[in-house]
T-cell receptor, first 113, second 112 residues
């Protein structure tokens, strides 16, 4: 089992719809969770961080964390074609004692105009 | 405030050569992490430096090494290059712990 898992997609949504991206992780003691956006040929860009159970909203983005079920999700409201990118989930896997972020393989989002 | 700066942006090398990549973190950031990104493997952690010390290392062979200077700038070196080393190498900086990390634009290495 991978430490951080994401559906590779592509996830295709029409413009204006809500895009829902999901991520599961294996380590129960993980404390820090992040969503990055990566456009083709570019480097990852931090969108959201979340540390506590529940929802965290920032503009059109909402991160949701459920530690009991070991999943974190990202909702993008009013999706725009400019949101088309690969979204990477990153987790600070504490159980191994490793000081590093572990990234999922990413979900490719396509927003259709 | 300037972001993370990586140089060079592109490199072409041949098998057997060695290469050095450079990373200047955001001012005030002391933790620097390096990642390799390939289409097949995604983002793979190489190592992390803090205060000139390697605090953590990923599962890469010893041909991959790095160092950090007193001004927090970091370099990574790959010796005896192999075709499979062709990848985007990303550097990320953070304040002290590698939590909220900010990435540089990356160095794209092609090994021929």
């Amino acid at each position: 089992q991978k430490e951080v898992e994401q559906n590779s997609g592509p996830l295709s949504v029409p413009e204006g719809a809500i895009a829902s991206l999901n991520c599961t992780y294996s380590d129960r003691v993980s404390q820090s969770f992040f969503w990055y956006r990566q456009y083709s040929g570019k480097s990852p860009e931090l969108i959201m961080s979340i540390y506590s159970n529940g929802d965290k909203e920032d503009g059109r983005f909402t991160a949701q964390l459920n530690k009991a079920s070991q999943y974190v999700s990202l909702l993008i409201r009013d999706s725009q074609p400019s949101d088309s990118a690969t979204y990477l989930c990153a987790v600070n896997i504490r159980g191994t004692g490793r000081r590093a972020l572990t990234f999922g393989s990413g979900t490719r989002l396509q927003v259709q105009p | 405030k300037a972001g993370v700066t990586q140089t060079p942006r592109y490199l072409i090398k041949t098998r057997g050569q060695q290469v050095t990549l450079s990373c200047s973190p955001i001012s005030g950031h002391r933790s620097v992490s390096w990642y390799q990104q390939t289409p097949g493997q995604g983002l793979q952690f190489l190592f992390e430096y803090f205060s000139e010390t390697q605090r953590n290392k990923g599962n890469f062979p010893g041909r991959f090494s790095g160092r950090q200077f007193s001004n927090s700038r970091s370099e990574m070196n790959v010796s005896t290059l192999e075709l499979g080393d062709s990848a985007l190498y990303l550097c990320a900086s953070s304040l002290e712990e590698p939590n909220i990390q900010y990435f540089g634009a990356g160095t794209r290495l092609s090994v021929l």
